[in-house]
């Protein structure tokens, strides 16, 4: 196999010089670059990256774990995640835990395994807390995103959940809702929890008494049971409005509020956090509270590097971004419910 001594042989200079070419540092004149270069195409020469992170101490990757992969909102931290990554030269895999912990303990095991350099996580919940531990356990840098978990004192970006759901509410008061609906993702994670607690804080404030009967339980990742918004429409007085804790739920309770025959916003009004990809979506539908998602990205793998390269830090950094409101047609003004 052509190794670096075949490529120093070819463009004349000594093995160091093209070892500080492949790894970009110490100088190197531009011309004696270009040759090396040239050198390392002609050979087909691919530096073996193993060897270079057992001299440097670093592998150049981050690993970058998250629920599910197939909401736009964790798309587009992996795409900020990635944007930075690729500017320090790193290389970021991807972990899709499904909100399961021991799926999440499997790609915590693979990053220990490749000793990879920092790691950024959207914790799966509460019992993240020891998957977590373990990556301290081993000195391995990581960043938390959109979720916190008790008991662990880390670096955090995150959106204000309580703030974001309570702007939705005031929203839906303002157009004269008052029968108003929850379905919260597990409340096992702290999104979940913020965006309950806001809506009760909510219905408090504005002098609405809290039904129980209002409040259901779902999954940020599973497909929605029926029975769930079967029994909302059930409820006496039936709700005019339902506040969704994400664009996943809200898009299954409109698809499953409208086979019961209920039309959104005519019947049932409906809100939610976090955006779908607007680039698929011929007409945007839903009023949401949106999260720059991307920044959450960008932003946790500069803090991360931060970390990784040594740089003095006093203690845990958290970062939460206010919500945007936008409003659009899912949500209209409350009407009397039609009575058999």
Known sequence: MTNIHDVAKLAQVSSMT?????????YVKE???????????????????????????KTQTLALIVPDIRNP??????????DMARKQNYRVILGNT????????EYIEMCLS??????????????????LKMLSEFKIPYVLVDREVAGIHSDVVRGDSVLGTKQLMDHLFNLGHQNIAIITGSLTTSTSRDRLLGYTQALKESGIEFRAEYVKEASYT????????????????????????????AAQTVKLLRQQNFSVPEDVSIVSFDDFDQISLAEPFLTVATQPAYNFGSLATQ????????IPISGPRKI?????????????????????
Do not use: W
């Open 31 to 57: 011309q004696t670059k270009k040759r090396v270069l040239q050198a390392m195409k002609e050979l087909n020469y691919v530096p073996n990256s193993l060897a270079r992170s057992l001299v440097r101490q």
């Open 114 to 131: 490749i000793r990879v350099d920092g790691v950024i996580v959207v914790p799966a919940g509460n019992e993240s807390k020891r998957n």
């Open 18 to 26: 093209v070892s500080r070419v492949i790894n970009g540092n110490g």
């Open 73 to 82: 909102f964790f798309t587009t931290i992996a795409r900020g995640t990635e």
């Open 98 to 105: 499904d909100e399961n912990v021991n799926k999440e303990l």
């Open 320 to 340: 939460i971004f206010q919500p945007e409101i936008i409003i659009r047609r899912s949500s209209g003004a409350a009407r009397p419910i039609s009575t058999p």
């Open 303 to 310: 803090m991360l590097f931060e970390v990784i390269d040594g």
């Open 222 to 249: 599973k497909p929605l049971n029926n029975q769930v918004v079967h029994e909302l429409v059930s409820c006496t007085p039936r709700p005019t409005a339902i506040f969704t804790a994400n664009n996943f739920v």
